[in-house]
């Protein structure tokens, strides 16, 4: 239990806020948009073929993940989370930060966090905002899943292995993309070597080339990675009494 002591708290204190169990977040810059990460899940662009398992993670969060959100900004940085000036104003209070107009607007009991492809040069920044980010969604009942990248932007695998510390240390779930990207083509990167390779195929998992492509191998793991997060969390309720 200890393992997931992080994400036990977060969706305890979740439950005593009143946080919708039907409702995800995406915090972070454009590689967790590209174009819509988890979009298929929700248009239904999608064939599980033997991870039919996944249908009900799927169905427990319909709705959330073809989203936007407030939260998932192109060029955002881990230092400018909390910073007001990146809160859109059409949707956000004055003096509220993203990721606070987020959980407000969307009331999540889960949020996606991937940082780091515009972090270089100071790990030791990157990895006290990261902290600040973490403690700020189990501090308001949201439960972190923590996500590495496929790129090595910072010229090194530092940030993710940051991430990948701070996971273990906050005993929260975490989603390597990056040792799943090692194993495609290129890492399934574009030639910018940030991005992914966009497509408009549909995430066919009956087709063993869908295995080879980036966007569709990012999802199905951050969906596999949901998924464990969900069982967690209803043996929690049921250990609770919990609806």
């Not at 030639?191 to 990012?218: E, S, V, W």
Request: hydrophobic share 40%; with cysteine; proline share 5%.
């Amino acid at each position: 239990k200890r393992r997931f002591a992080g994400l036990f708290a977060a969706d305890a204190h979740g439950q005593a806020l009143g946080r919708d169990p039907r409702a995800l977040s995406k915090l972070g810059d454009s590689t967790l948009l590209n174009p819509h990460f988890l979009g298929p899940f929700d248009t239904g662009d999608y064939k599980l073929g033997e991870w039919v398992y996944l249908q009900p993670t799927i169905d427990r969060w319909q709705g959330s993940f073809e989203r936007h959100g407030i939260a998932a900004n192109h060029g955002l940085h881990s230092w400018t989370v909390f910073d007001p000036m990146w809160a859109d104003e059409k949707w956000c209070e004055a003096g509220e930060h993203l990721l606070a107009c987020e959980f407000r607007l969307q009331n999540p009991s889960v949020v996606f966090i991937r940082l780091g492809s515009n972090d270089a040069g100071s790990p030791s920044g990157f990895r006290f905002n990261v902290k600040e980010v973490i403690e700020y969604a189990i501090e308001n009942g949201v439960v972190p899943i923590i996500g590495t990248k496929a790129d090595r932007f910072e010229g090194s695998n530092e940030n993710n292995d940051l991430l990948r510390a701070l996971a273990a240390e906050y005993h929260v779930p975490l989603w390597d993309f990056d040792l799943l990207a090692g194993t495609l083509p290129g890492r399934g990167l574009d030639t910018d070597n940030i991005h992914l390779i966009i497509d408009d195929l549909p995430h066919d998992y009956t087709d063993p080339a869908a295995f080879q492509r980036g966007h569709a191998m990012q999802d199905l793991s951050a969906l596999v990675t949901l998924d464990q997060v969900r069982r967690v969390m209803d043996t929690e309720a049921e250990g609770s009494g919990s609806p």
